[in-house]
């Protein structure tokens, strides 16, 4: 099993949870991938145990691509390192075959906060929203100008804690899918679309990126409203496919 370990951190400790994971610990979160919490003498860390890939991808994450594990801890310390939050990285560990990678998992300390971008569009009177909106589109500003893609910049997937002051802090987490470079000013408004904005976040969201780059708030408004428009009709379109061929492989092994 190869683990990679944070500095500040026991290898012994690591080794401890990743053997008792299965058996013990609070689910955080389960879909595609898993996400369990468990107590380390006083502290507690969060384990993502990744789905076990397909077998073409067994094969790509064994001898040439880094797993999702692996990005995720060195895409959260170069966060880090540009000054951008996300659940401080503790470990990641693969078990691998002669062939194949099996099992994956990616540890971080646990992050207490108080809502998820989520939050923000199912509820429409959520406290403080629209300032909420618009330090989110700031953080989102300021990432792309330090030449971060963050692509699955989804609603689930920014969790933020508020100060005491009425600021807040955002914390990336499900970080496997960025690029790293300069962003065109297209590929910035298009950024925004996997986070299933309403026409009302949307211009509350565009009139404070046009300020912040310096362009025209209607025709900011108008580019992101057509790419987020744009990209939920693809997708509805992807999902009709999707369940029609479903339907017909159904019918045909019937």
Same mark, same amino acid.
């Given at each position: 099993?190869?683990?990679?370990?944070?500095?500040?951190?026991?290898?012994?400790?690591?080794?401890?949870?990743?053997?008792?994971?299965?058996?013990?610990?609070?689910?955080?979160?389960?879909?595609?991938?898993?996400?369990?919490?468990?107590?380390?003498?006083?502290?507690?860390?969060?384990?993502?145990?990744?789905?076990?890939?397909?077998?073409?991808?067994?094969?790509?994450?064994?001898?040439?691509?880094?797993?999702?594990?692996?990005?995720?801890?060195?895409?959260?310390?170069?966060? %880090?390192?540009?000054? &951008?939050?996300?659940?401080?990285?503790?470990?990641?560990?693969?078990?691998?075959?002669?062939?194949?990678?099996?099992?994956?998992?990616?540890?971080?300390?646990?992050?207490?906060?108080?809502?998820? &971008?989520?939050?923000?569009?199912? #509820?429409?009177?959520?406290?403080?929203?629209? #300032?909420?909106?618009?330090?989110?589109?700031?953080?989102?500003?300021? %990432?792309?100008?330090?030449?971060?893609?963050?692509?699955?910049?989804?609603?689930?997937?920014?969790?933020?804690?508020?100060?005491?002051?009425?600021?807040?802090? &955002?914390?990336?987490?499900?970080?496997?899918?960025?690029?790293?470079?300069?962003?065109?000013?297209?590929?910035?408004?298009?950024?925004?679309?996997?986070?299933?904005?309403?026409?009302?976040?949307?211009?509350?969201?565009?009139?404070?990126?046009?300020?912040?780059?310096?362009?025209?708030?209607?025709?900011?408004?108008?580019?992101?409203?057509?790419?987020?428009?744009?990209?939920?009709?693809?997708?509805?379109?992807?999902?009709?496919?999707?369940?029609? %061929?479903?339907?017909?492989? #159904? %019918?045909?092994?019937?």
């Amino acid at each position: 099993m190869k683990t990679v370990v944070a500095t500040a951190y026991k290898s012994a400790d690591i080794q401890s949870v990743l053997n008792r994971i299965h058996t013990e610990g609070d689910i955080e979160y389960q879909g595609r991938n898993t996400v369990k919490s468990i107590t380390v003498a006083d502290t507690k860390w969060n384990i993502k145990i990744f789905k076990i890939p397909h077998i073409i991808n067994k094969l790509a994450y064994r001898f040439f691509r880094k797993s999702k594990a692996q990005r995720s801890f060195e895409y959260a310390h170069i966060l %880090l390192e540009k000054g &951008f939050n996300t659940p401080t990285p503790i470990a990641y560990s693969e078990r691998r075959s002669a062939l194949f990678l099996l099992d994956s998992y990616y540890i971080t300390e646990h992050l207490d906060y108080q809502l998820s &971008f989520r939050t923000l569009k199912n #509820n429409p009177q959520y406290p403080d929203r629209s #300032n909420i909106l618009q330090q989110f589109t700031e953080f989102t500003y300021k %990432l792309q100008m330090s030449g971060i893609h963050f692509i699955d910049h989804s609603p689930g997937n920014t969790l933020i804690v508020k100060q005491n002051d009425q600021s807040y802090q &955002f914390y990336l987490v499900d970080l496997n899918r960025m690029n790293f470079g300069s962003l065109s000013y297209r590929a910035c408004i298009e950024n925004f679309t996997r986070l299933s904005l309403t026409d009302e976040m949307i211009k509350i969201i565009a009139l404070k990126y046009a300020e912040l780059c310096g362009k025209d708030g209607q025709a900011v408004y108008a580019d992101m409203l057509n790419a987020c428009h744009t990209y939920t009709a693809k997708r509805a379109k992807s999902t009709a496919w999707k369940k029609k %061929l479903k339907a017909l492989f #159904n %019918l045909s092994s019937g």
